[in-house]
């Protein structure tokens, strides 16, 4: 295997060195200590792991972290209530609804609902339409964040380039054109979108001078589908059937890693990849936010 290893476990923990030194520095500063609410509806076990490594992650950065768990029945009424209760809690910077939400809940009313200056997560339409129009301060989404933030620091910067990612969802494949598109470090590059109706799909992938990949569907992308020298960058996480496993099954990306290995430059593995950037860049959201109030006072 020649290509360079775009580890996302080292990224994030020089991200959040960084961090822990800015949290310190707010404190002495201006004694704000920023805050992170996370609010979990339901006894979802995924759902309730990730708010768990959320709140872990927050406190080990010194960040005061929340967490508010409402039962399943909890109504839409009561949980928009509680969000209207964090948005006017100046202890609080960030709020971070998980999700999915039980069905009786319309999730976009809830996320709607969030104050944009509190939507450490990125989905309020303020924050949405500030980043597709590249104007004023914004919470990006923290996945695709965390996915430039690998590209800047491992020394592959898209500016000029032509980046090819596969996937549209509003979560990681259309924020992340957005963020590419950018006139801002981190973007200036040329962007093509796929998604399951691009004809041709290796014809595409094999155009870019960096891919990046999140489609969920398990090593798809194949070393033919890639064009030699690329930097790959895969957001896939998927679980597959692996008997030889103790647990029965194994986590891989959306890319055939071993052998696109063989052609790319660089590649980001998974697990070890993306992942761990994606909560690295809530903690550096939450402590923009904290940043952002006490410099507006
Ligand atoms: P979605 O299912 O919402 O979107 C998948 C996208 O891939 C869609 O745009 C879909 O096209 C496209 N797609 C699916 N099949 C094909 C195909 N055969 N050819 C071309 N395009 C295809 O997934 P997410 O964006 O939420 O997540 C994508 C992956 O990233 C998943 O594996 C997920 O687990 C992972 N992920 C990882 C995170 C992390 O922190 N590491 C965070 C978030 C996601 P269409 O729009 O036409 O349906």
Redesign the pocket.
Known sequence: MGAQIISGRDIADEIRAELKDRVAHLKEGSGVTPGLATVLVGENPASQMYVGMKNKAAADMGINSRQITLSVDTSEDELLGVVSGLNADPGIHGILVQLPLPDHIDEGKVLEAIHPSKDVDGFHPINVGRLATDSGDFFAPC?PAGVIEMLTRSGHDPSGKHVVV????N???RPLAALLLRKAIGGNATVTV?????VD?GSVTRSAEILIV????PE?ITAEMVAPGAIVID????RVDDPSRDKGYRVCG?VLFDEVAEVAEAISPVPGG??PM?ITMLLANTVKAASLRTTSG
Do not use: P
Request: charged share 10%; glycine share 18%.
């Open positions: 996945t596969v996937g549209r969802s979560i990681v494949g796929c998604h399951s109706l691009t799909l999140a489609m969920g569907r798809m957001v896939g996480t998927n959306d993306v992942g994606t």
